[in-house]
């Protein structure tokens, strides 16, 4: 996976996607400021992974997204504090 530059363009609109997550799939962490500082594309450049950032350090909200077929493959979140046992901030 290469990181995308920060200024990026999305490569189409996935956002009604992100409003239609349900809330318990957020496990109480605030994404809706819609702010995305991470964007990570395949070397095959079929598919891209946008972290959505939360309030919260180090968690995510990451959708996957199908370049070919423009469309959200789905969506997880991303908390790095669990999965590494680093500090929350």
């Known amino acids: 996976m290469k990181q995308l530059p920060s200024d990026a363009q999305a490569p189409?609109?996935?956002?009604?996607?992100?409003?239609?997550?349900?809330s318990v799939d957020f496990q109480n962490h605030d994404c809706s400021e819609g702010a995305v500082t991470y964007v990570y594309e395949h070397p095959n450049g079929r598919h891209q992974?946008?972290?959505?950032?939360?309030?919260?350090?180090?968690?995510?909200?990451?959708?996957?997204?199908?370049?070919?077929?423009?469309?959200?493959?789905?969506?997880?979140?991303?908390?790095l504090n669990q999965e590494y046992g680093l500090e929350r901030a």
Do not use: Q, T
């Not at 309030?55 to 908390?79: P, T, W």
């Open 49 to 79: 992974h946008v972290l959505v950032n939360s309030e919260d350090k180090n968690v995510f909200m990451v959708l996957v997204l199908d370049l070919a077929s423009r469309s959200v493959l789905g969506h997880r979140l991303l908390d």
């Open 12 to 22: 189409f609109h996935f956002w009604n996607y992100f409003d239609s997550i349900p």
